[in-house]
């Protein structure tokens, strides 16, 4: 075969090989008919081998003349997958559950909450609602805010219930939130109604129910004509609000240098309905709401007159009733960093969503 028929035996070979290719109608049509051109034993394939029988002064113009062809046959091959591979795209798109990129995606509500969070948030729109404030302190706190305004001088045997973590500063990590009272006190003076959540520290060797980091949530209340019965109406409704039912409580008299009298409320443990578990330490009963009527000097470290003025405080431990509320039997879980010990959006309160995301 010389140059001449060659090139004729190219053209049809296109031609054909057009007309192959321009019936495939699927991927995988294609590439069933592919060998038949170019493939080793396809027709291109065995015009390559007969190069070797041309003069040498023609193997040259032979060879360009069988790559030309044979790029022309790829392409025809390369060009129809691309038409094939985007009606089907646009098959699969106009079926009629197709998905549709260009709608508006539905947000999922993000991230779960830590229990503690949870509660706090609650217990803040619980009291927002009978006009408290959300007040703040610092977590590194003075002797005196923490202690000696509490009405708990330097050689109190009560320094002793509370193991500090003291800082080389001569600060210390608070132990309790009840320095936010006196701060507050003297921050805005009577009438004062407000909630204070925060983190605390104590030295304290951990258990299933004692970390050294742990959040309470103090309660001030300073008016004229404040009494206990305002103190056990709010503490009701507190617990009440929180666990959306009637909780068991006891109230026993409790020993705080900052209150007179002081009062220890205990719920009934709701990690074992009562019968006593390592949570209540086996007694059925967790002490969750430590409280009573302000100390008259503790008004006087924060200069309001306890003759003009009396008040009632509360330090709910936080941490605690988020344990009771989500059923977490073990402290330690709560600043494990696990997540399965997280609060989904469903689980929280409606009105929380909307406030807080
Ligand atoms: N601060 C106390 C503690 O951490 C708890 C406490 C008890 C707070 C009685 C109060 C209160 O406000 O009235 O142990």
């Known amino acids: 075969m010389d140059i001449k028929q060659l090139k004729h035996a190219l053209i049809d070979i296109e031609t054909q090989a057009r007309q192959a290719v321009e019936a ?6 294609l590439r069933r008919v592919r060998p038949r051109f170019l493939g080793r034993k396809g027709s291109l394939g065995q015009l390559m081998a007969t190069i070797r029988d041309y003069p040498p002064e023609q193997r040259g113009l032979a060879g360009q003349t069988l790559n030309a062809a044979s790029q022309a046959v790829t392409r025809l091959f390369a060009d129809h997958q691309k038409r094939i591979e985007s009606s089907e795209v646009a098959a699969e798109a106009s079926r009629a559950d197709a998905f549709d990129a260009s709608l508006p995606g539905v947000r999922p509500p993000l991230g779960n909450v830590h229990p503690v969070t949870a509660v706090q948030w609650e217990i803040e729109h619980v009291f927002q609602r009978l006009g408290f404030t959300v007040e703040a302190g610092p977590e590194m706190e003075s002797e005196y805010y923490n202690f000696e305004a509490l009405n708990i001088p330097a050689m109190h045997p009560a320094r002793d219930l509370q193991d500090t973590f003291w800082l080389s500063n001569g600060m210390l990590l608070r132990t309790h939130t009840s320095p936010v009272q006196v701060r507050t006190m003297e921050k805005f003076g009577p009438p004062i109604r ?8 104590r030295y304290e060797t951990v258990d299933a129910s004692h970390e050294t980091t742990f959040h309470q949530c ?21 617990l009440r609000e929180v666990f959306k039912r009637d909780v068991k409580i006891r109230l026993r008299p409790g020993y ?14 709701l990690i074992c309905g ?7 330490k086996k007694s059925g009963w967790v002490e969750i709401l430590p409280c009573g009527m302000v100390h008259p000097n503790v008004l006087r470290y924060g200069g309001i007159d306890p003759h003009e003025y009396t008040g009632f405080a509360f330090g709910l431990g936080l941490t605690r009733l988020a344990m009771m ?3 977490v039997s073990d402290i330690r879980v ?14 929280l309160a409606g009105s929380m969503i909307v406030e807080k995301q």
Do not use: H, W
């Open 334 to 347: 709560m600043n494990s960093g696990d997540v399965r010990a997280l609060v989904p959006p469903s689980r």
């Open 194 to 201: 407000c909630i204070v959540p925060g983190r605390c520290f």
């Open 325 to 327: 509320k989500y059923g």
């Open 24 to 29: 495939a109608s699927t991927l995988e049509q």
């Open 218 to 238: 103090e309660g001030l209340v300073v008016d004229r004509n404040i009494s206990i019965a305002n103190l056990i109406a709010v503490m009701r409704l507190l």
């Open 256 to 269: 705080f240098p900052f209150v007179e009298p002081g009062f220890e409320l205990d719920m009934s443990c």
């Open 274 to 280: 009562g019968s006593g578990c390592p949570t209540c």
